[in-house]
């Protein structure tokens, strides 16, 4: 059997007493995760394990079948392996978001939704500033870039933006972890925090003088006009799907994010580029959906993400996070769906997000989420809609973290 996760990112969400108190699942049209569920089979599933951040390099990462305890190394080191920044032994890769600032507060997490071809111009910039044989930045995608260090060290509390719209962000830099070890070779988590804080604070000076941002300002928009680094690490050791799962001969990641592509990379994932795929609500779900379908044609299993749903939750915007519920519906689920219904060969679709991203709070939480599967011959449950009430009752019950995909793979 071939199998197909489309995974809705941050599409969870709480009641909301603007839609009757229903939650956004409940309250969006979407016929074809309701037939899938009312055919197929739904629970909840566990995305994020004890003592980790609601984040989706972990709840991806645990989707994926594999264990946080052992693997994780935060997003710094997956979004270098999909930019294709190959770390050295004595690397600390760390995310590093160019954000907006205002009034001394994180305005937003995505500085005023950059697109890259501008963010690369300030990364440079930065680089030509900033950088020397300890400190380099690397442009990623959007608002979404690297920072390394060499000799840096990951024992160090950072605080993801996202997580902290409108509050004030000195209060937030960089701090070393309680009893962070001492690691031969490498700098320590002060004298790395100390580093951090620095470059962000001497980004701030460099960014507001710089002509995006003048020009940004002369119009009364939003300024790209502070780095944020957070959630570094080292190299991580990733077994490939194929060696955790046999039944994984080969597969493919599609997704706009470099974090999701980075752990595609380590998972021995094909990358596969889609033109016009953003990470926002504009993204090309037709060029994603029959990429998905054409590798689902040669190979076996195929993870396509979209990152929609999240970002218009960190933004607080409700009838954008039901219109892109609304999009992976008609533009992702139902033409898979009737594509591969048809084939001789079964295959399993599986529908998720990886957390929920509330409208009303506009962070990650740490809950369970809904999903469902559907392949021809399933024995269906009594759930008869796909939303976060619904699941509750489903007959795969709770599930956590990696027997979602040990289920998978049993079928």
């Given at each position: ?6 995974l809705?990112d ?19 049209d979407?016929?074809y ?45 997956l ?21 907006t ?10 500085g005023?939704n950059?697109?890259t ?12 500033h ?16 690297l ?6 060290s990951?024992?160090i ?14 209060e ?22 100390d ?21 940004k ?43 999701i592509?980075?752990?595609g ?18 993204t ?26 999240d970002?218009a ?19 992702m ?18 529908v ?13 939480v740490k ?36 027997e ?8």
């Open positions: 059997m071939k199998h197909i996760i489309i809705g941050g599409m969870a969400d709480h009641a909301v007493e603007r839609l009757g108190g229903k939650t956004l699942l409940q309250y969006a979407t016929p995760m309701d037939l899938l569920a009312k055919k197929g089979r739904t629970g909840r599933l566990v995305t994020v394990p004890d003592g980790f951040p609601p984040g989706s390099e972990v709840a991806n990462t645990a989707i994926l079948g594999y264990d946080l305890d052992e693997v994780y190394e935060g997003r710094g080191p979004e270098a392996a999909s930019i294709g920044y190959e770390m050295r032994p004595d690397d600390m890769a760390i995310r590093c978001n160019i954000i600032l205002e009034d001394g507060r994180i305005i937003t997490h995505n005023g950059l697109q071809v501008d963010a690369d111009v300030l990364i440079q910039y930065l680089n030509e900033l950088a020397d044989d300890r400190v380099r930045f690397i442009t990623g995608i959007q608002y979404r870039h920072l390394v260090i060499r000799g840096g990951k024992h509390v950072c605080a993801p933006p996202h997580d902290h719209p409108n509050e004030p962000w000195r937030l830099l960089v701090r070393p972890e309680a009893d962070a070890p001492v690691e031969e070779g490498r700098m320590t988590a002060q004298e790395t925090a580093l951090v804080n620095d470059l962000i604070l001497r980004s701030q000076e460099l960014l507001s003088k710089h002509p995006y941002n003048v020009a300002a002369a119009k009364g928009e939003r300024q790209a006009n502070s780095i944020w680094p957070w959630s570094g690490g080292y190299r991580p050791k990733m077994q490939t799907l194929q060696e955790q799962f046999p039944q994984v001969k080969s597969g493919s990641v599609i997704s706009a994010v470099d974090l592509r980075g752990i990379h380590y998972a021995g994932l094909d990358i596969v580029e889609v033109e016009g795929a953003t990470g926002l609500w504009d090309n779900y037709e060029g994603k959906c029959q990429a998905a379908i054409e590798a689902l044609r040669h190979q076996d299993f195929v993870f396509v993400h979209v990152e929609a749903s970002e939750g960190h933004d607080g915007d409700l009838e954008l996070k039901l219109r892109t519920i609304e999009n992976l519906d008609r533009r689920v139902e033409p898979i769906y009737n594509e591969v219904k048809t084939w001789a060969e079964p295959v399993c679709i599986t998720l997000p990886d957390h929920p991203t509330p409208v009303e709070t506009r962070t990650h809950e369970p989420v809904p999903f469902l599967t559907w392949h021809r011959g399933i024995v269906p449950d009594e759930v008869k809609e796909y939303d976060e009430v619904s699941c509750v009752s489903g007959g795969y019950g709770m599930l956590r973290l990696r979602l995909m040990t289920t998978l793979m049993s079928m």
